[in-house]
């Protein structure tokens, strides 16, 4: 048997060893280690200057061409949208700023913005009992006579699905036909609202909408949601709202600030696939730009046969889509819609 104190000796030893050879290794080579770091060190420093003088000659240029939009806005959007009516629909947590500028490229192209439907996040919550209520809502508050129908449900979403075929047939109309009376509307969108899931903004501080729109912007969150999965239930959620905007008018389409069109968004959710829903989006909708764009994208998807795209500045996105038709808007070819009209009934939609 192996006294204690060999095991003891042994241990020493090595750790004596190891003293002696980092000493003498840090001695031999503290020189040559020194110069590579220091060589290392002014490498970095360098291309970090370059980069820094990049980074800055980058936002000049983007400053640059903000300015320009936002002076040859006027010229640019000069009554690309003239005679269509135009709704806002944002998200919980949109940013004001890019609500404002788009708001603002709509009426210098000559649209009316009939008002701003704000979701609540009430609206986006998942939970069974708020699916159920948005179901039961839905059924409660459809006109008598008028069908539901639309994309197969998702199980996650399958109330924000009922409520938003309701609101899309509420708020929008296709050449001048709306879905729904003007009693039936505001009784469908003032349902939704006591129940604390959407607000109205009108014209001049009212609380109703001027009138059905043939398009319709839905502005999505300043940043996606946490933790980022672009299939999340709130991203599919707003995809499906948009999808359903766009079958009941004429065109819609999903914008954002850049920050908030990164992946994980519900427009990562588009341009990605996750959610297998073709609408048109636009994610630099922060900038002048993007704004342009925005009402750019609207007026191309008024022209026929076109298919929804992406613009922006994003992987995959298109730079621009500018119309190639004077501005007049030209019918689309009908599409059908999310609501029956009953028989009889003074509002039909465009048969499909």
Not at 2 to 30: E, T
Not at 64 to 79: K, V
């Amino acid at each position: 048997m192996i006294d204690f104190r060999y095991h003891l000796v042994s241990i020493v030893a090595v750790f004596l060893a190891l003293a002696i050879g980092i000493v003498v290794g840090a001695g031999a080579l503290s020189p040559q280690v020194a110069n590579t770091l220091n060589t290392e060190s002014k490498q970095l420093a360098k291309r970090n200057t370059a980069l820094y003088t990049q980074n800055s000659q980058l936002r000049a240029q983007i400053a640059a061409d903000n300015a320009f939009g936002a002076t040859a806005s006027g010229l640019l959007l000069e009554q690309l949208l003239r005679g269509e009516k135009v709704v806002l629909v944002t998200a919980p947590g949109a940013d004001g700023a890019t609500v404002s500028g788009i708001t603002s490229a709509l009426r210098r192209s000559g649209a009316t913005v009939t008002g701003q439907v704000s979701l609540t996040p009430q609206f986006l919550d998942t939970s069974a009992s708020t699916e159920t209520t948005l179901t039961t809502l839905a059924s409660q508050l459809t006109p008598a006579g008028v069908s539901l129908s639309g994309p197969a449900p998702v199980a996650q979403i399958a109330g924000q699905q009922a409520a938003a075929q309701l609101i899309a047939a509420a708020i929008m109309d296709r050449h001048g036909q709306p879905l729904m009376t003007s009693a039936e509307s505001t009784s469908i969108l003032a349902g939704f609202g006591q129940q604390g899931f959407l607000h109205i903004s009108g014209p001049n501080g009212s609380t109703a909408l001027a009138a059905p729109a043939s398009l319709a912007v839905v502005v999505i969150p300043a940043t996606p949601p946490v933790p980022a999965n672009a299939s999340s239930p709130a991203n599919l959620a707003l995809v499906m709202l948009a999808n359903q905007l766009q079958l009941s008018g004429s065109a819609a389409l999903l914008a954002g600030s850049f920050p908030g069109s990164v992946s994980g968004s519900a427009i990562d959710a588009v341009t990605s696939g996750s959610s297998g829903v073709s609408v048109t989006t636009v994610d630099d909708a922060n900038t002048a730009i993007g704004q342009i764009i925005v009402v750019q994208a609207l007026r191309r998807a008024l022209e026929p046969h076109v298919s929804p795209a992406s613009f922006g500045v994003g992987p995959g996105t298109v730079p621009s889509p500018a119309p190639s038709t004077p501005p007049t808007p030209t019918p689309s070819p009908s599409a059908s819609h999310s609501v029956t009209p009953r028989p009889g009934s003074s509002t039909k939609a465009a048969q499909g």
